[in-house]
């Protein structure tokens, strides 16, 4: 009987595991550390902190930034979030021991300069991406992953596992949140690159839209994905591979199993004490 309470609490902690690890990617064409902290947009703000409090979840560990210049980490010091900053100019300040979701709850990276105004080079970004390989460990170790506007940068999103397929310009209004992430829009802000439809132009469909735009930029049309989030998200070689938007997350298939072989375990090791007791 004892030996029966280990097997079910191994199959519980396996279940508790599997549905522990896997991070949050939220990525969106707003540059909010930008317009935050130098125009001083209150929604670019309520949106940067409803980006960090969702991939973060209820970690307290800092957040790892990428910032050239001063904008996102001006930002997480307005928001009260701890943070360690690199910059991402020098290939060397960068290494593959920095992506380690026991040191760091997420990280981010700061718009692209051609934004206007706005911190990081095309050059910085590449040195981020090329560690994909820890990138891809971080994440399935619970790490969260923040991208701001990639603008007409088209290697941007190259850091993120799957890279994200966007296309620089964007109005400036016509933004509505979708309920997703519990992510609420930006109206008024410039605004700098839309995404492609998730499942679409090589977009992984396991993305669900947060916000979407309601004019389009010539090339997306509406309604055009903004700002888009893969809760729960893992990646195998380089390509995402489970995960889902929303606020709540589903379950893989696998964590079902070890949740329901788990419970009926427990069901089964109760009634053989019962019979056991008369």
């Known amino acids: 009987m004892k030996k029966s309470r ?18 949050t990617i939220v990525l969106t064409g707003h540059d909010d550390d930008f317009h935050s902290t130098v125009a001083g947009s209150t929604q670019a703000t309520a949106q940067a902190n409803a980006m960090f409090l969702l991939v973060r979840g209820s970690s307290t560990l800092p957040v790892l930034t990428f910032d ?11 928001l ?3 943070f360690t900053n690199v910059n991402p100019d020098s290939a060397a300040n960068i290494t593959d021991s920095l992506f380690n979701a026991a040191t760091f709850s997420a990280f981010a990276v700061a718009s692209d300069a051609s934004c206007g105004g706005c911190d990081n080079s095309p050059a910085g970004e590449a040195n981020i991406a090329a560690h994909s390989t820890a990138i891809g460990a971080f994440l399935n170790a619970g790490g969260g992953i923040i991208g701001l506007a990639g603008a007409n940068s088209p290697g941007y999103y190259d850091f993120v596992p799957q890279t994200a397929t966007s296309v620089g310009g964007a109005p400036s209004d016509g933004y509505t949140a979708t309920g997703v992430g519990g ?22 469909a396991f993305y669900q839209i947060a916000e979407v735009n309601s004019i389009g930029n010539g090339t997306i049309l509406p ?8 809760l729960n998200c893992t990646v195998t ?42």
């Open 6 to 23: 280990f097997l079910c609490a191994f199959v519980m902690l396996a279940f508790t595991s599997a549905v522990a690890t896997a991070g």
């Open 68 to 78: 050239a210049g001063t904008e996102l980490t001006g930002l997480l010091t307005a």
């Open 80 to 82: 009260g979030i701890p």
């Open 183 to 204: 992510i609420p829009a930006v109206n008024g802000d410039p605004t700098h690159n839309l995404f492609s439809n998730p499942g679409t132009s090589g977009e992984s």
């Open 223 to 230: 309604p055009a994905a903004t700002t888009l989030v893969c």
């Open 237 to 278: 070689g380089g390509v995402i591979t489970g995960g889902g938007g929303g606020g709540t997350g589903t379950p893989e298939p696998a964590p079902v199993i070890f949740m329901a072989t788990g419970l009926v375990c427990l069901v089964l090791v109760k009634k053989f004490r019962h019979v056991a007791s008369r």
